[in-house]
């Protein structure tokens, strides 16, 4: 269960980070390491958030 979670963090953090650094290169032409990191940490955090939400929310 808990290597199940690792892979879903990683998998959604490189996701994320991946999505974030192809929007600043299209759109603003240059990558800084530290947005990409930060804004996909907190892309990670709302979507774990989301996921104890909706656990709690289904189980009453």
């Known amino acids: 269960m808990i290597g ?3 892979i879903i963090f990683i998998a959604a953090f490189a996701g994320f980070a991946s999505l974030v650094a192809g929007y ?3 759109f603003h032409g240059e990558v800084s ?5 930060s ?3 907190a ?5 774990y958030a989301g ?3 909706e656990r709690r929310l289904r189980h009453g």
């Open 39 to 41: 804004t996909a940490f």
């Open 33 to 37: 390491l530290k947005e990409t990191l």
């Open 4 to 6: 199940r979670e690792i």
């Open 43 to 47: 892309a990670v955090v709302g979507l």
């Open 51 to 53: 996921r104890y939400l």
């Open 24 to 26: 600043l290169v299209a």
